[in-house]
């Protein structure tokens, strides 16, 4: 098999549906993923010649059908993939019948609105910080929220050693705000809000993109025709994660 032929071992379980890029090389940090009986090394590569197992169990090369879901997450639910180590856990909760995973995170005290799908690419693409797709929040705080807060947030909080993103925000009522983001900093709305002297009491994700929340806490539904068209424009000239 030529070199160009083969396929790096994080790409082909995206690819696969399995999982995403990130998802695959921490199976391959723990050891679970194996070829033809081996455990590889990160960065990897394989030919359709070789066996790929996960857990022992073995990915075929039969796509699965594409799964696109929007589901709203309630408070307490942890999004992640392994279920041997977190009991509530986002996989679990819906426990839909063949294998899909989310696209990106939300926190465990926060609700709202995550993808989950078994297709990698449009994951990686999603992901993707610079292209720099929005989600909407409404977000409740501790005390008043003042004109310089609205300000300050908008131009910009330095966290996790940079300075966030340009956003969009509006003052609901004395406590609430809605926010778009357009980056994905890990907490990044509640630590901004720390920056400021507030604390989040409540925090809700009501849109990614072009997909808004519509279905009740802890329900989901697939995405239309019509949506997932949109997404693809909106991710047609989206970088993918270069592994």
């Given at each position: 098999?030529?070199?160009?032929?083969?396929?790096?071992?994080?790409k082909?379980?995206?690819?696969?549906?399995?999982?995403?890029?990130?998802?695959?090389?921490?199976?391959?940090?723990?050891?679970?993923?194996?070829?033809n009986?081996?455990?590889?090394?990160?960065?990897?590569?394989?030919?359709?010649?070789?066996?790929?197992?996960?857990?022992?169990?073995?990915?075929?090369?039969?796509?699965?059908?594409?799964i696109?879901?929007?589901f709203?997450?309630?408070?307490?639910?942890?999004?992640?993939?392994?279920?041997?180590v977190?009991?509530?856990?986002?996989i679990?909760?819906i426990?839909?019948?063949?294998?899909i995973?989310?696209?990106?995170?939300?926190?465990?005290?926060?609700?709202?609105?995550?993808?989950?799908?078994?297709?990698?690419?449009?994951?990686?693409?999603i992901?993707?910080?610079r292209n720099k797709?929005?989600?909407?929040?409404?977000?409740?705080?501790?005390?008043?929220?003042?004109?310089?807060?609205?300000?300050?947030?908008s131009n910009?909080?330095?966290?996790?050693?940079?300075?966030?993103?340009?956003?969009?925000?509006?003052?609901?009522?004395?406590?609430?705000?809605k926010?778009?983001?357009?980056?994905?900093?890990?907490?990044?709305?509640r630590?901004?809000c720390?920056?400021?002297?507030?604390?989040?009491?409540?925090?809700?994700?009501i849109?990614?993109?072009n997909?808004?929340?519509?279905?009740?806490?802890?329900?989901?539904?697939y995405?239309?025709?019509?949506?997932?068209?949109?997404?693809?424009?909106?991710?047609?000239?989206?970088?993918?994660?270069?592994?």
């Amino acid at each position: 098999m030529k070199e160009k032929d083969a396929t790096r071992i994080n790409k082909f379980l995206s690819e696969m549906g399995y999982c995403s890029r990130r998802a695959a090389d921490k199976l391959i940090e723990q050891g679970r993923v194996t070829i033809n009986g081996k455990v590889p090394e990160m960065g990897t590569k394989i030919t359709v010649d070789d066996e790929v197992h996960v857990d022992g169990k073995l990915i075929s090369e039969a796509r699965e059908k594409p799964i696109y879901i929007a589901f709203n997450k309630p408070i307490g639910i942890v999004c992640t993939t392994d279920t041997r180590v977190e009991k509530d856990n986002i996989i679990d909760y819906i426990n839909y019948p063949s294998r899909i995973f989310p696209i990106g995170r939300l926190d465990k005290p926060s609700e709202g609105l995550i993808l989950l799908t078994n297709d990698g690419d449009i994951v990686n693409k999603i992901l993707r910080a610079r292209n720099k797709h929005q989600k909407e929040y409404i977000v409740k705080v501790d005390k008043p929220i003042t004109k310089t807060f609205l300000d300050k947030m908008s131009n910009g909080v330095p966290i996790l050693d940079r300075v966030t993103r340009k956003c969009e925000i509006e003052k609901i009522s004395t406590y609430q705000f809605k926010i778009v983001l357009t980056q994905g900093l890990n907490r990044q709305i509640r630590r901004m809000c720390e920056y400021l002297g507030y604390e989040v009491m409540a925090l809700k994700r009501i849109r990614i993109m072009n997909i808004s929340l519509d279905v009740p806490v802890g329900k989901w539904r697939y995405l239309s025709k019509e949506e997932l068209r949109e997404i693809n424009e909106m991710i047609s000239g989206s970088s993918k994660t270069h592994n």
